[in-house]
């Protein structure tokens, strides 16, 4: 039970070092203290774990450095609402931040429309 209550205290304090960064920057998230709570979390409640530590901390920077290249050319709004969500549901981790930046930026551009296959151009 206290390895569960320091590992929630861990987060806590990553998300408020997060939500006390401006959304002009990115947020700072300690990959390695998130993915050792998020382990520790898992095997309080005696669930199988999912990915390693190591594993989870190279995802969580190889998103960092995509997320970099993204956030400055991302608007302030979806920022503002991907930190939020993340932050509100407990999740806050530069994988959650790229996904929801990604989605974002995708429903904000949708693809063109194609034509269906075999339906020719009219005066053809």
């Known amino acids: 039970m206290k390895a569960l209550l320091l590992s929630f205290a861990i987060l806590g304090a990553a998300l408020m070092a997060a939500l006390a960064a401006s959304a002009d920057t990115m947020p700072k998230i300690g990959s390695e203290k998130l993915c050792k709570a998020r ?52 999740t806050l981790s530069y994988l959650d931040l790229l996904t929801c930046i990604q989605t974002a930026n995708d429903l904000k551009s949708p693809l063109p429309a194609k034509k269906p296959a075999g339906n020719p151009s009219p005066g053809k």
Request: charged share 35%; glycine share 6%.
């Open 39 to 90: 382990s520790a979390g898992e095997k309080m409640m005696h669930l199988a774990e999912l990915e390693t530590v190591a594993d989870c901390v190279r995802e969580e920077n190889e998103a960092k450095q995509t997320l970099g290249a993204l956030w400055d050319a991302t608007d302030r709004a979806i920022r503002n609402r991907c930190k939020a969500d993340a932050v509100a549901l407990g």
